[in-house]
């Protein structure tokens, strides 16, 4: 079995340190500093993290059908391959089963796999290890009928991956709030019995913003004249020189408020209360 590890979600200056279920394009450069990894999409690919897996997953967009899984482990090759031996299981009753003996080539280590509960789809692992005891295994898998188009290129998608000196990072000292939260709804779940309180602020791309708030919920410790829907600009501030990123509305109506903005364990939070994002077409 495969150790999986999560990686780190916030940005840095041009690079973009990879962030659960955002959705990355062919080009893009993610990063997961804590392990040293930076990764290039490919043409024709796109991907995303899933929150709490640690996986990294890239989809081919082009007729020929392919999924790549990125794991990260703290082993060796020869760790990584007694453990593609054993198998790896993806899922309850969905295991991944050496096909050939693993074969390793320029500290690539490779090997043809197959689904144990499912023979409608073929792939290859692959896996590299760096300099700083972190190693990335590549799994991809195709329906049958594609595989030959892939079968010779089975370290393909560890030629888009490189190795640096791991280092860590405090999310809330480098995330770029301006570029994650201009453009979004910004929005909460509150459940009172069988009843739904949500409170949603739009913050539009011309610097201009609509609340609707049913209850405290972001606007907590504020008077009630916040309640309903209300409009005015805004302003966002990166955090700096130990002060903390802010959310400043200034109302057309109403005194400006001001609301600390924090990130934890890759989940959003205003005024400490836990928001969710929703990109403005």
């Not at 024709?44 to 709490?52: A, E, V």
């Not at 934890?264 to 077409?281: H, M, P």
Request: proline share 4%; charged share 20%.
């Amino acid at each position: 079995m495969l150790v999986i590890l999560i990686m780190s979600s916030l940005f840095t200056h041009g690079q973009e340190i990879v962030q659960a279920y955002k959705v990355y394009k062919e080009g893009e450069i993610i990063l997961a500093p804590t392990y040293g990894l930076q990764l290039e999409v490919p043409q024709d690919w796109q991907g995303y993290l899933s929150r709490g897996s640690g996986i990294f997953t890239l989809s081919c967009d082009t007729t020929q059908e392919a999924t790549t899984l990125y794991f990260v482990s703290e082993n060796s090759l020869n760790h990584i391959q007694e453990s593609w031996k054993k198998g790896i299981e993806l899922a309850p009753e969905l295991d991944i089963t050496l096909s050939e003996e693993p074969s390793i080539h320029e500290g690539i280590m490779t090997a043809r796999v197959h689904l144990s509960s499912n023979q409608l789809y073929q792939g290859h692992l692959a896996a590299t290890c760096g300099d700083y005891g972190y190693c990335v295994t590549a799994l991809l898998y195709t329906p049958s009928p594609f595989y030959s188009y892939y079968q010779d290129q089975k370290g393909a998608m560890l030629s888009h991956l490189s190795f640096s000196k791991p280092r860590t990072i405090n999310p809330n000292e480098t995330l770029d709030w301006k570029k994650q939260l201009t453009g979004t709804m910004l929005f909460t779940y509150q459940r009172e019995n069988v009843s739904k309180k949500e409170n949603r602020i739009w913050l539009y791309y011309d610097g201009r913003f609509k609340s609707k708030v049913q209850r405290t919920g972001i606007f907590k410790g504020m008077a009630g004249k916040y309640h309903g829907t209300k409009k005015g600009t805004y302003r966002i501030n990166n955090a700096e020189k130990g002060q903390k990123a802010t959310l400043i509305l200034t109302f057309d109506k109403l005194p400006a408020l001001t609301l600390p903005l924090e990130i934890r364990n890759e989940q959003y939070y205003i005024n400490n209360q836990l928001i969710y994002l929703a990109k403005l077409e």
